[in-house]
C-alpha cells in the first residue's frame, strides 16, 4: 500500500494553463476519483502522476519516495488506459504477462499469477484470443488483468468504463470497486460520470479548469457542496439553484412575488439549493412553479417547472400526471436548504 | 438483389476493361507468340513448338542474366528495407525539423529515373567523379567503378538502394503513425526498454507492411531495366544485364521478338511464382485482424 502526494503540481502546454498547481494526498488502500468536466485537467493530472508526462513545476511523491523525475516503471504503479492499449497481435494471456516478461518472472510464477488473476476476472475461456477477438467489456477486463497481475500497490484508470453500455458498466464498477477493495489497492480513478464516482470512491476530488475545487467524500459533496459548481455537478439530476432578490427586509425568488424563507443579511444577491429528491409538492409550500414537462422514469418522474426565470426540477414518486402549464407549490425541509453567495458562489452557512 | 450484382459489374467494367486491354491481353499475347518464330521481312511466324525455350537453355546471356538478377534481388531487398525501416523509425519520433528530413529521404523518389541515373553516372565517373575524388584523396588508388566486373553490379545497386528506401519508408512511416501511443506509454510502465518495445511490439504490428513492401521490392528488382539502359547498358560484358534489361535488347535491339515473348514468359512466372509465394506462406502470420 502506497499513498500519493501532490504538491502545487502545475503543467503548462505552451501558454495554456492545464493544471494551476494543484495539492492533494490520498491515503494507502483508498479509492480517489478524480472527477471534473472535460478539459478540466483529469487525465493530465492521472498522467503526471503515472510519470508519462513531467510537472512544469511542483513535486510528486509515493509513499516518502520523490518521484517527481522518475521514469513511469520505477514508480510502483500500474495503469489501465481508456483505450486500454492492448497489443493487438498478442494473445490475452501474452497481454496479460506482458511486464512479467518483461521483468523477467520465472515461468512458474507468472503462470500461478496469470491463473490467479483470470480467475479472478473470469477470463479462462478468453486466453487464446486476441484483443480484436473480445466484446468492448472483455477487452476492459484484459486491460484490468495486466494492471492486476503486476501486484504494484497503486493503480491509476483513465475513464476505463467510458466505451461500455450502461449494463456493462454497473457491473464493472461494482467488480473493480470490490477488487480494489480485497486487494487493498490505492486507487487513481479518472472519470466525469459523477454516478461513478459517486458510488465508487472513498474520497472524490472534484476538479474545474485546472484547479480543485472541492475534495470530500461522496457524502460531503453531496450534503455539503461548497461551491455553487460542486452543487451543480454532483447529483443527477444536480441541485436546483435559484437566485433570490431583496424583497423589503426578505428575500423573495428572482421574478416572482413568492418569499423564500430565508432570514439572511447579504448585500450581494443570494442563491438558494434545493435537491429534486428534497422538494416535496405542498399546496402551503413557499415556492410556486409553473409546470413545464413531466418524465416518467419508472420509479419516480421528474417534473421539470419554472420559477421566475430559473428551472426547477422536481422528484415525485411513481408517475406524476400534471398538464404543462399547471401551478405547483413546493416545500422542503430546513436541512435540506443550501444559500450560496450568488457573486463568488461559495456556499453560506447559516 | 439480382439488379444490385448487375450494378456491381457495371461499376467494376471500366477498370476491369482497361485491366485486360492492356495487362491480360498482353501476357496472353506473350504466351501466345512465345511459341512461334520471328517474322523476318515476307516471312510470317509460323508454329515452332518449344524451339524458343530451348534457345534459352543455351543462352549464357540469359543465364548470366539470372544470376545477377538473383544477386542484385539479394542486394537491394534487404538493405533497402532495414534501411526504410530504420529511417521511418528515425523521422517518426518527436525532435525539430522532423518534417524536412522526411522530405529529405523522400525525395530520391520523386526525382526522374533518368536524373538520377545521371547524377549516380558522375560519382562514379573516372579520374574526375566524386567517389574516385574521394578515394584518391584517402590515398587509394584509382578504379574505374562502372567500368569493372567486378564493381559494375555492385555501383547499380547502390543506386536502387538508395532510390527505394525513400519510397519504402512512407510506407512505414503511415503505418508507424497508426500505432497508437498509449501501446509504447503502457510498455514503459511496464518496464519495458526501447529496444524490447521495438522487437516484441513495434516490428510485428509492421509485419503486414513489410509483406507489402517485400513484394513490391521483389517486383522493383524482376523489373529493374531504366538504370541498366543509361548507366551501363549491361556492361561491362553483361556484368550488369538483368532479365528485363535481356528482354529490352533481344526484343527492341535485336528485333528477335519470338525469342523476346519466350523470355517474357519466364520472366512473369519467376514473378508470380515470388508474390504468390509472399502472398500464401507469410500471409498468415502477419494479420492479426
Ligand atoms: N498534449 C497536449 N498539448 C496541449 N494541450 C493539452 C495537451 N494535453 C491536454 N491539453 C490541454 O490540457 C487541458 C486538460 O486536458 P486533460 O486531457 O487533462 O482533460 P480531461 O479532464 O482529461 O478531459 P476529458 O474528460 O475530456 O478527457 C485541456 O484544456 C487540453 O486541451
Ligand atoms: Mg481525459
Not at chain 2, 106 to 126: D, E, K, Q, R, S
Request: neutral net charge.
Amino acid at each position: 500500500m502506497s499513498s500519493i502526494h501532490l504538491e502545487s503540481v502545475a503543467k503548462l502546454w505552451g501558454e495554456a494553463r492545464a493544471l494551476d498547481a494543484i495539492s492533494f494526498d490520498t491515503e494507502p488502500g483508498s479509492f480517489v476519483v478524480l472527477l471534473g468536466p472535460s478539459g478540466c485537467g483529469k487525465s493530465t493530472t492521472l498522467r503526471l502522476i503515472a510519470g508519462l508526462d513531467t510537472p512544469s513545476s511542483g513535486r510528486i511523491r509515493i509513499g516518502e519516495k520523490d518521484v517527481t523525475n522518475l521514469p513511469p516503471a520505477e514508480r510502483g504503479l500500474s495503469m489501465v488506459f481508456q483505450s486500454y492499449a492492448l497489443f493487438p497481435h498478442l494473445s490475452v494471456a501474452e497481454n496479460i504477462v506482458f511486464g512479467l516478461r518483461v521483468r523477467k518472472v520465472s515461468t512458474a510464477e507468472r503462470e500461478r499469477r496469470l491463473a490467479r488473476v483470470t480467475d479472478l476476472l473470469g477470463l479462462g475461456h478468453l486466453l487464446e484470443r486476441r484483443p480484436s477477438q473480445l466484446s468492448g467489456g472483455q477487452q476492459q477486463r484484459v486491460a484490468l488483468g495486466r494492471a492486476l497481475i503486476a501486484e504494484q500497490p497503486i493503480c491509476l484508470m483513465d475513464e476505463p468504463l467510458s466505451n461500455l453500455d450502461a449494463q456493462l458498466r454497473g457491473d464493472m464498477r461494482r467488480e473493480i470497486r470490490a477488487l480494489q477493495q480485497r486487494l487493498a489497492i490505492t486507487m487513481v480513478y479518472v472519470t466525469h460520470d459523477q454516478v461513478e464516482a459517486m458510488t465508487m470512491a472513498d474520497r472524490i476530488i472534484l476538479l474545474r479548469e485546472g484547479r480543485i475545487e472541492q475534495v470530500g467524500t461522496p457524502d460531503e459533496l453531496y450534503e455539503k457542496p461548497r461551491t455553487t459548481f460542486t452543487a451543480s455537478f454532483i447529483g443527477a439530476p444536480p441541485m436546483n439553484l435559484i437566485p433570490l432578490e431583496h424583497a423589503g427586509d426578505g428575500w423573495r425568488f428572482a421574478g416572482t412575488d413568492s418569499r423564500a424563507p430565508v432570514n439572511v443579511t447579504s448585500a450581494d444577491g443570494l442563491v438558494l439549493g434545493v435537491r429534486p429528491e428534497d422538494l416535496v409538492l405542498d399546496d402551503r409550500g413557499p415556492l410556486a412553479a409553473t409546470v413545464v414537462s413531466v418524465e416518467f422514469h419508472g420509479a419516480d418522474s421528474l417534473v421539470a417547472a419554472r420559477v421566475g426565470e430559473a428551472n426547477l426540477l422536481i422528484r415525485v414518486p411513481r408517475h406524476a400526471h400534471f398538464e404543462a402549464g399547471a401551478r405547483v407549490r413546493a416545500s422542503w425541509a430546513a436541512h435540506h436548504q443550501h444559500l450560496f453567495d450568488a457573486r463568488s458562489g461559495l456556499r453560506r452557512d447559516g | 438483389m439480382r439488379n444490385g450484382a448487375v450494378t456491381g459489374w457495371l461499376l467494376l467494367l471500366p477498370a476491369a476493361a482497361l485491366l485486360v486491354l492492356f495487362t491480360h491481353w498482353p501476357i496472353v499475347g506473350s504466351v501466345w507468340d512465345s511459341f512461334y518464330s520471328t517474322p523476318k521481312g515476307s516471312r510470317p511466324p509460323v508454329f515452332i513448338g518449344l524451339d524458343n525455350y530451348q534457345a534459352m537453355v543455351a543462352d549464357e546471356v540469359f543465364w548470366k542474366s539470372l544470376w545477377n538478377n538473383l544477386w542484385f534481388a539479394l542486394g537491394t531487398i534487404p538493405v533497402s528495407i532495414a534501411l526504410a525501416l530504420a529511417m521511418a523509425l528515425w523521422v517518426n519520433s518527436t525532435m525539430r525539423g522532423r518534417t524536412w528530413l522526411r522530405m529529405a529521404f523522400f525525395t530520391p523518389t520523386v526525382l526522374p529515373m533518368i536524373a538520377v541515373a545521371n547524377i549516380w553516372l558522375f560519382f562514379y565517373t573516372p579520374q574526375y567523379g566524386l567517389l574516385e575524388k574521394l578515394t584518391t584523396a584517402l590515398g587509394f588508388g584509382t578504379h574505374n567503378w562502372l567500368g569493372s566486373e567486378s564493381t559494375a553490379l555492385a555501383c547499380v545497386i547502390v543506386v536502387a538502394i538508395w532510390k527505394e528506401a525513400g519510397f519504402f519508408m512512407i510506407f512505414y512511416l503511415a503505418a508507424l503513425q497508426s500505432i497508437p501511443p498509449s501501446l509504447s506509454e503502457a510498455a514503459a510502465l511496464e518496464g519495458a526498454s526501447r529496444g524490447y518495445y521495438l522487437r516484441r511490439i513495434v516490428l510485428p504490428l509492421l509485419m503486414p507492411t513489410t509483406l507489402f513492401i517485400l513484394v513490391n521490392a521483389v517486383i522493383n528488382a524482376v523489373r529493374m531495366v531504366d538504370h541498366i539502359i543509361v548507366m551501363t547498358k549491361g556492361g561491362p560484358n553483361n556484368a550488369t544485364s538483368l532479365l528485363l534489361f535481356h528482354v529490352y535488347q533481344v526484343g527492341f535491339s535485336f528485333w528477335d521478338t519470338g525469342y523476346a515473348a519466350a523470355l517474357t514468359v519466364v520472366l512473369l512466372v519467376v514473378l508470380a511464382v515470388a508474390a504468390l509465394g509472399q502472398f500464401v506462406f507469410l500471409d498468415k502470420k502477419v494479420h492479426y485482424q
